[in-house]
């Protein structure tokens, strides 16, 4: 391990890992490369050529799925470690932390325990009879929605999942200082959670906006015993607090752990915490199993920086009948210059040490992102994401503010289910799927989180 830590693409120790450059262009000679086949499915069976780092191209005989992500921490050309030196050792002592804890019998059992009896999995997959019924068409035609209950975990979210296992790992660590960003607060309550249940020290970054908008959140990581930083940089969101959490680390990286929130970050956070995500596909293959002795054919969740959609996703990369989805926030509008649609509209560079599509204009500076949800609102992605893009794996999509809002009352009015905002807008590009989809075939939608957060937010637009 230790040599592939030292083979990987460093930006040095100038600390201008926090500020957006683009790739310089690779030589013509050995471009990034995909395999082109006639269907996504045909494309993952073939042998694909893609970077390694920017200035080798690296032959990889194997499917694209087998090789997320190579020893580099890449993803084909996305992920990678940008990051100052400092950080170097605690990113290489967390890896092999990870790896070894993998294979722990005593730390496994931990974690399922904690799993089952703390954050109360497994989730349901839950037959959305209502809304199925909302889609069918004049026939009586149409695709039937499952949805994998994410917001009954404890704490409201898909987020708790990851939390827990950092939490556990930082113990192993022997680090008892934690901090994290958030931006809906989800992931900041997650960690404020475990913190409280370990006895860990919390510190959460937060963008004043986000505190603003998300109150409720702020004031339950306090109630736990959490302090939260109001971070003003920028426009005081996600982004901001993430470059504030990282700043801190860098600064007392020997005694605290960052829990990261996403799929996003530098190796081996979107491995990670995919990884611990990874339970929500397990799950629905095996109730899928259950209900109807099948697959899903079809699986939909919101893209933030990923990690609810990685999660249900990894599972099922190599399943090459089943539909990956991914859905972005489309803010105003895709041509309005105020959105999160980053896969849809973003370009290649380098933002929170990794490699990634990105939000940024033409001299590589980040263009501030919007979304009416606060954990969309995040001008990166995570490069898994970036790499299901490019090969063709996955489709990537996106839903204004205002679908969102109708889809956030849509599901409360037929369901009694308050989804999380971020959650809407996979729900709301369901009202474009659907009426493309055969009769019959299983959707599975991440409800990722509950709304009661968002309520706040959503009394000033919605009229009920
Ligand atoms: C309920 C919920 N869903 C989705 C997200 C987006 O994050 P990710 O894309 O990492 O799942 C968030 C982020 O805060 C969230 O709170």
Redesign the pocket.
Do not use: D, P
């Given at each position: 391990m230790a040599a592939s830590i030292k083979a990987a693409p460093s930006s040095s120790s100038s600390g201008k890992f926090l500020t957006l450059h683009r790739p310089r262009p690779l030589p013509p000679s050995k471009p990034a490369r995909f395999a082109v086949g006639p269907s996504p499915a045909r494309r993952l069976r073939s042998t694909i050529s893609c970077t390694l780092t920017r200035d080798a191209a690296v032959r990889m005989d194997e499917p694209a799925h087998a090789l997320r992500p190579d020893s580099f921490g890449r993803f084909g050309k996305f992920g990678g470690k940008y990051v100052p030196e400092t950080l170097m050792y605690a990113l290489a002592e967390l890896e092999s932390a990870f790896h070894a804890l993998a294979g722990d019998d005593e730390f496994q059992k931990e974690l399922e325990g904690i799993l089952k009896d703390y954050v109360g999995r497994e989730s349901p997959l839950y037959f959305a009879e209502r809304l199925t019924e909302h889609y069918k068409r004049p026939n009586g035609e149409g695709p039937h929605i499952y949805l994998k209950r994410e917001d009954l975990n404890h704490t409201g979210?898909?987020?708790i999942n990851n939390a827990v296992a950092q939490a556990l790992l930082a113990k192993r660590l022997g680090k008892k200082r934690i901090i994290a960003e958030t931006?809906?607060g989800?992931?900041g309550v997650a960690t404020a959670t475990v913190c409280a249940r370990f006895g860990l020290q919390c510190i959460i970054y937060m963008g004043a906006q986000d505190m603003e908008r998300q109150a409720l959140n702020v004031f339950r990581m306090r109630l736990l015993g959490a302090e939260v930083r109001p971070v003003n940089s920028g426009t005081a969101t996600l982004k901001d607090a993430t470059s504030e959490a990282i700043r801190d680390w860098v600064t007392n990286v020997e005694t605290t752990h960052y829990i990261l929130?996403?799929?996003a970050g530098p190796h081996p956070y979107p491995m990670m915490v995919r990884e611990f995500h990874a339970v929500i596909g397990k799950e629905t293959r095996r109730q899928a199993l259950e209900k109807w002795g099948g697959k899903p054919d079809v699986l939909v969740a919101?893209?933030?920086?990923?990690?609810?959609?990685m999660g249900l996703f990894h599972e099922f990369v190599g399943d090459e009948d089943v539909r990956l989805i991914g859905v972005e926030a489309a803010g105003f509008g895709l041509d309005s210059g105020k959105h999160a649609a980053t896969l849809t509209k973003g370009e290649v560079g380098v933002l929170h040490g990794a490699m990634s599509y990105l939000l940024q204009d033409e001299d590589g500076q980040i263009v501030e992102p919007h979304s009416i949800s606060a954990?969309?609102d995040y001008p990166g992605v995570g490069p898994e994401h970036s790499f299901l893009k490019d090969v063709g794996r996955a489709e990537y999509y996106s839903c204004t503010d205002e679908e969102a809002l109708e889809a956030f009352k849509r599901l409360s009015r037929l369901e009694g289910i308050i989804p999380?905002l971020?959650?809407s807008h996979a729900l709301g590009f369901l009202e474009k799927l659907c009426p493309t989809l055969p009769d019959g075939v299983k959707v599975v939608l991440n409800c990722?989180?509950r709304g009661d957060k968002d309520v706040q937010t959503a009394i000033k637009y919605l009229k009920v």
């Open positions: 979210a898909h987020k931006g809906a989800q992931h929130g996403s799929v919101c893209i933030g920086g990923g990690s609810n959609a954990g969309l999380a971020e959650t990722s989180g």
